[in-house]
T-cell receptor, first 110, second 116 residues
Framework: QKEVEQNSGPLSVPEGAIASLNCTYS??????FFWYRQYSGKSPELIMF????GDKEDGRFTAQLNKASQYVSLLIRDSQPSDSATYLC??????????FGTGTRLTIIP | DAGVIQSPRHEVTEMGQEVTLRCKPI?????LFWYRQTMMRGLELLIY????????DSGMPEDRFSAKMPNASFSTLKIQPSEPRDSAVYFC??????????????FGAGSRLTVL
């Protein structure tokens, strides 16, 4: 069983709408939660990280963490075509030892 | 800042051959990671170093894989002998813990390996 689960998509969202990406994990001892974005043929790049239960906002992005339910989500407000990419959730017991999900492919429709 | 530099960008080799992938981390970063990415398994952590010392190699698939970091500015990942199932994109990443405590990975462009 994969330790970090993501819906592979593709997830299609109209431009300007909110995109909601979800991730569940199996290790209750996980302490570190990251979201990375990967454009096709490129390397992953950090969007944001979250360590505490609740919401964390950074511009158009909001990460939500619920340790009791073992899920972490990423909301993208006012979606833009440039947001079209694969979004990787990474979870780990420490900030170094991360397990990545296989990613959700997001397409923003103009 | 040139970022994390990996070479070669593409490597095509035949089964049984030795493959060496190279990485130059960002200057000042004290962590270095090797990841492998395939469609089926996603991004997998192979090994990581802190201050040139291997900390966790539990992700290295088998003895055919080895990694070294002889100094702060260079690391290698070697596969000997290579097999077709090793075909993947291999990413090197480096990081440093910021004031927030976050250890944010900066990835290199990756080395795409094809073993025939």
């Amino acid at each position: 069983q994969k330790e970090v689960e993501q819906n592979s998509g593709p997830l299609s969202v109209p431009e300007g709408a909110i995109a909601s990406l979800n991730c569940t994990y199996s290790d209750r001892g996980s302490q570190s939660f990251f979201w990375y974005r990967q454009y096709s043929g490129k390397s992953p790049e950090l969007i944001m990280f979250i360590y505490s239960n609740g919401d964390k906002e950074d511009g158009r992005f909001t990460a939500q963490l619920n340790k009791a339910s073992q899920y972490v989500s990423l909301l993208i407000r006012d979606s833009q075509p440039s947001d079209s990419a694969t979004y990787l959730c990474a979870v780990g017991p420490s900030r170094e030892k991360l397990t990545f999900g296989t990613g959700t492919r997001l397409t923003i429709i103009p | 800042d040139a970022g994390v530099i990996q070479s070669p960008r593409h490597e095509v080799t035949e089964m049984g051959q030795e493959v060496t992938l190279r990485c130059k981390p960002i200057s000042g970063h004290d962590y270095l990671f090797w990841y492998r990415q395939t469609m089926m398994r996603g991004l997998e952590l192979l090994i990581y170093f802190n201050n040139n010392v291997p900390i966790d190699d539990s992700g290295m698939p088998e003895d055919r894989f080895s990694a070294k970091m002889p100094n702060a500015s260079f690391s290698t990942l070697k596969i000997q002998p290579s097999e077709p199932r090793d075909s993947a994109v291999y990413f090197c990443a480096s990081s440093i813990r910021g004031r927030s405590g976050a250890n944010v990975l900066t990835f290199g462009a990756g080395s795409r390996l094809t073993v025939l």
